[in-house]
């Protein structure tokens, strides 16, 4: 790492010998595949036209597969990701870069205009990023590939954005999944935190059969104001949680992932759910703690309702096995499978250079 970190900066500085910078470039340098990468299109752009011709040689017989397995690392640089943000680069290393979280939001909005209409699905589907990068909708529009559908999508996006709306996909920031702006109630209850009563609301005289004990519970919190519900989201107990976080209120839903009490099992739970919104599993996919667990990854890729940028993200996550188990579900999509397989033949390949 350290000697391959001293050669980069050695080659940026301008003081590497020709033979070294000609090393590197013909492929030759000991080095793993991403500084090997970075490296080349480094020297791309090399003063000696031969350095550079060898460095363009080499990066154009690098295996795709393998590209694609580098272009979507969150370690990918942005000068590499830059490189091959443009036109006529393959669609399956456009994909990997659109789902690539390490993308800046300038990589994505120069995607935005030139890419297929499935991958502009994708990049229309972060509302997060759209509404906090706007210019990036107006690459969207200027995509001649745009279908009516990505059109509509557009105009709804803009729509809600200049009618202020713009907080309903809001988030603070990328490990905080819930949105803070104007949830006044929230913030008030959870600075009260302990000292919230719970009395206005009772458990007692639940039947004991779970089903007939669900639907009593569910009747009885239907009763609740919105106020109540978001207190009983942050303060009651687990049973209430896996009702109120499918709650039709998104504030209230997304109340229970505020919870103190949320314990990493229930995350794990709520992530497999088919019942709950998609904004929901996209609070979820985009907090950095909750997707440290390997449970909630697999359960958000498999979960039908999980919103593609996310899952498409995850699935470089899954180990092998539930890969392939994934590529037969038929109970997933079409586009998660095809990722399962995608996935599954760079690794191949990659094994296979080694």
């Known amino acids: 790492m350290g000697q391959s970190s001293n050669l980069f900066e050695l080659l940026q500085s301008g003081a590497a010998p020709k033979n070294l910078r000609m090393l590197v470039a ?4 000991p080095l793993p595949p991403h500084q090997s990468l970075q490296l080349l299109v480094f020297l791309l752009s090399d003063t000696n036209p031969e350095i550079a011709a060898d460095a363009t040689r080499t990066l154009s017989s690098w295996d795709q597969e393998e590209l694609a ?8 640089p942005e000068s590499v990701l830059k490189h091959f943000a443009v036109p006529g680069t393959p669609g399956p290393l456009l994909q990997a870069i659109v789902t690539n979280p390490a993308a800046t939001p300038e990589i994505i909005e120069i995607l935005a205009s030139f ?13 997060v990023r759209i509404l906090q990068h706007p210019s990036i909708l107006e690459s969207i529009r200027r995509n001649p590939g745009i279908t009516p559908q990505l059109r509509r999508i557009a105009q709804e996006i803009e729509t809600e954005f200049f009618a202020g709306k713009k907080t309903e996909y809001a ?3 990328p490990d905080e999944p819930v949105e803070q702006a104007e949830h006044s ?6 600075a ?14 639940l039947p004991v059969d779970e089903q007939e004990r669900q639907a009593e519970l569910t009747k009885r919190l239907t009763t609740l104001s919105v106020r109540q519900k978001i207190k009983q989201a942050l303060f009651g107990n687990r049973e209430v949680r896996s009702i109120l976080v499918r709650d039709t209120n ?9 919870s103190p009490k949320l314990t990493a099992n229930e995350v794990e739970s709520i992530a497999a759910m088919r019942s709950v919104s998609e904004d929901i599993l996209r609070d979820i996919g985009s907090s950095r703690e909750w997707i440290a667990s390997y449970a909630v990854v697999h ?7 999980t919103p593609p940028a996310i899952s498409q993200r995850l699935i470089f996550r899954l180990q092998t096995r539930d890969l392939i188990m994934l590529a037969r579900d038929r109970s997933v999509s079409d586009a998660v499978r095809h990722n399962a397989n995608r996935t599954l033949n760079q690794r191949s390949a990659t094994r296979s250079t080694r």
């Open 185 to 190: 109630i929230v913030e008030e209850l959870l």
């Open 69 to 76: 397995v580098q272009l979507n690392s969150d370690q990918c």
């Open 115 to 127: 890419v297929p209409a499935g991958l502009l699905e994708i990049i229309a589907d972060n509302r």
């Open 299 to 305: 359960n958000l890729v498999r979960n039908p309702k």
């Open 250 to 258: 998104k504030e209230v839903a997304r109340s229970v992932l505020r």
């Open 171 to 173: 988030v603070a920031k």
């Open 192 to 205: 009260l935190e302990s000292d919230v009563p719970l009395d206005d609301f009772s458990l007692e005289g």
């Open 26 to 29: 013909r492929g030759l340098a």
